[in-house]
């Protein structure tokens, strides 16, 4: 099987509308199930994610007026972290495949979500990002060192060369740099 089916940009608006609107369904969002209240909003966060991978802009992006303005910086952080929790890493990706497997078994042909699922799981990042939050390097860390971690194939590779990585040369702060020695330790 091919790579499935990644919306070009200027689809990938209407795609996310439709496909939130037929998948999520209103018994999850109805309830506003983590901080999601309408398919459009969720549209609207996956499209954020994908392009405005940094938080710090999604979460000024949840405070911009309009229809899903958050109440306070407090509630938008919320939302922002429950979404990435939920919806892009485990919600939506599970629907979406669901949705491919039915339609493949019943149409046949192209429109195989499957690889767009795995990247949204993934929240538009390099999959070993997503599996250094385990060893305790947040993704706006790994999103500083990941050119350096590129082109390794295995997490066990990724690892290898984050234990050697100097800290110093990333342009991070105290904090940051604290948090990779502390992972490159227990490695």
Known sequence: MGRGYEPARESARPTANSSAECLAGEYLIHRGHAGVLSA???ARNVWNLNFKPDIRARILAELEPGPFVAANVDEAIER?????RTWASFELPR?????SDVRRHVLGGAGDYSFFAGQLENLFRKPFQVALEEFGVPLQVSDKIAPV???????DAVLERLRKIPVNKFGLDAFEQELLKDCQAAL
């Open 149 to 155: 971690l590129q082109g390794s194939d295995t997490i």
């Open 80 to 84: 922002v972290l429950e979404f990435e």
């Open 40 to 42: 459009k909003q969720l």
């Open 95 to 99: 629907m979406l495949r669901a949705f």
